[in-house]
């Protein structure tokens, strides 16, 4: 019996009720026709389902009223057989080229606790981070000036192959995202080069109400031999800047591990992500 997409949502929504999403999102960033999805039902009603893609587990979600019921062990028994099924030896939780949440959320501890009784385990856990704009100003920032050279702009597709090197350089695994970009590009120009990149989104918050009036800044990177330079955290006080001139009255910053960087400039944690992974070569 293969499960209703409105039935998987509902259920999403149920279980991780601090993670708010639009189905639509829910469908585009999670790619479910292409994924297989395991599910549980009892008396044909979902209970519990599985989303699993190559060696990652997108999305487990039990039902809270057949939680402790064996319902999680199964689908995960179900999934990590999948995932071995195709001779993969290593399994990640959330991240992947489609996803909702990266790894399982920290909070509550039963959560990730469920996983590190099945072996396994997190060498770091991210952040969940948001800046109000009602009275944000860059001006008024504690932090280091770029060098008075740098110049700030968005990126044109004359700038494409700069950009791409700049990315390869600051962070590889961006790579794909850069190719054909559907937001805008805040780049730090220097001396002939892109020194750092960041997307801004005006609509880009995820884990928000639809009335909310939310952006995003995503993959702010900085190439190495320009770091420390005050370009970084430049770069995302003038896209806050920019952001709160679109009308947006907060900013989500999601996955981030630099968290103490980040609050210099006015972020404030509001949710944490378990980064699991279990080794299968090892069970």
């Not at 929504?13 to 601090?18: A, E, G, N, Q, V």
């Not at 939680?67 to 028994?77: D, E, F, I, M, P």
């Not at 884990?207 to 370009?231: D, Q």
Request: proline residues 5%.
């Amino acid at each position: 019996m293969s499960p209703d997409i409105n039935d998987i949502f509902a259920l999403y929504l149920k279980c991780f009720p601090d993670y708010p999403v639009s189905k639509e999102a829910f469908c585009n960033l999670l790619q479910l026709e292409t994924a297989e999805i395991l599910s549980d039902f009892n008396a044909n009603k979902l209970i519990g389902f599985s989303i699993v893609r190559e060696n990652t587990i997108s999305l487990l979600c039990v039902d809270p009223f057949y939680r402790a019921k064996g319902v999680g062990s199964r689908l995960l028994q179900k999934s990590e057989t999948a995932i071995a099924g195709q001779n993969f030896k290593h399994i990640i939780l959330g991240r992947g080229k489609h996803y909702l949440l990266q790894g399982v959320p920290a909070e509550p501890t039963e959560i990730s606790r469920f996983f590190q009784k099945r072996g396994y385990s997190a060498e770091w856990t991210s952040a969940d981070m948001n800046l109000c704009l009602n009275h944000f100003s860059a001006l008024a920032l504690d932090i280091p000036p770029a060098p008075e050279t740098v110049v700030f702009r968005f990126a044109t597709e004359k700038d494409s192959v700069l950009l791409l090197n700049a990315v390869q350089k600051a962070e590889p695994a961006w790579k794909d995202f850069f190719i054909s970009p559907s937001e805008p590009i805040l780049i730090a120009f220097h001396a002939g080069e892109i020194a750092g990149f960041e997307f801004l989104s005006p609509k880009g918050g995820r884990f928000v109400k639809p009335e909310s009036r939310t952006g995003s800044i995503g993959c702010v990177g900085v190439v190495p031999e320009e770091r420390k330079k005050g370009i970084g955290r430049q770069l995302v006080s003038k896209g806050a800047e920019w952001l709160k001139l679109q009308g947006c009255m907060n900013i989500e910053l999601r996955y981030v591990a630099l968290v103490d960087w980040y609050q210099k400039i006015g972020f404030e944690v509001i949710r944490r992500q378990w980064m699991g992974e279990k080794d299968l070569s090892a069970v």
